[in-house]
């Protein structure tokens, strides 16, 4: 007779919660989402949201910059360095390129803070599985001239 052992599936869903208070507030959520349904490990995954308060109104990427575009031009290569810093011997040039490239895909997942903007990328976008999940944060001090002076923003660049 054959017999298969199977492991149980499973998801797990965790949260963050970060926010940005000044002249305005804002809130982040940053879910960590990981599932299990059969193969060699879980699979994790992010899903992030930014809402201004008392509002409600979410708030996106494009939102934060005059032109997303140009800005992620620049965020990206401060993003690849401090990516190949962190994984070290486990960095791959073209992994990193690829995943966090300046197309607004990569960038999608992001959470603000009182002194920062954090990218979040899940295993497989900038690097093997074994190097695990990557965020970078990237300082108010580095964005000050992307930021949109009439966004939701605007004070951090005041």
């Known amino acids: 007779p054959v017999m298969f052992t199977t492991m149980p599936w499973s998801l797990n869903i965790d949260y963050e919660i970060t926010g940005y208070q000044g002249g305005i507030t804002t809130v982040s959520v940053v879910f960590t989402i990981s599932d299990y349904t059969g193969g060699a490990h879980p699979n994790l995954y992010y899903r992030t949201f930014m809402?201004?308060?008392p509002s409600g109104r979410e708030i996106t990427l494009s939102d934060l910059f005059d032109d997303e575009q140009a800005a992620l031009e620049q965020?990206?290569?401060?993003?690849?360095d401090s990516l190949r810093e962190q994984l070290g011997?486990?960095?791959?040039?073209?992994w990193i390129a690829q995943g966090a490239g300046p197309d607004?895909?990569?960038?999608?997942?992001?959470?603000?803070?009182?002194?920062?903007l954090n990218f979040y990328f899940?295993?497989?976008?900038?690097a093997a599985y074994a190097a695990g999940?990557?965020?970078?944060?990237?300082?108010?001090?580095?964005?000050?001239?992307?930021?949109?002076?009439a966004g939701p923003l605007a004070e951090v660049v005041e």
């Open 51 to 53: 809402f201004e308060l």
């Open 75 to 80: 965020i990206a290569p401060m993003v690849q």
């Open 89 to 94: 011997d486990m960095a791959d040039a073209d």
């Open 104 to 116: 607004p895909v990569n960038y999608q997942n992001f959470a603000l803070t009182t002194s920062a």
């Open 122 to 126: 899940p295993p497989y976008q900038v």
């Open 133 to 149: 999940y990557q965020y970078v944060t990237v300082p108010w001090s580095e964005l000050t001239e992307l930021i949109d002076h």
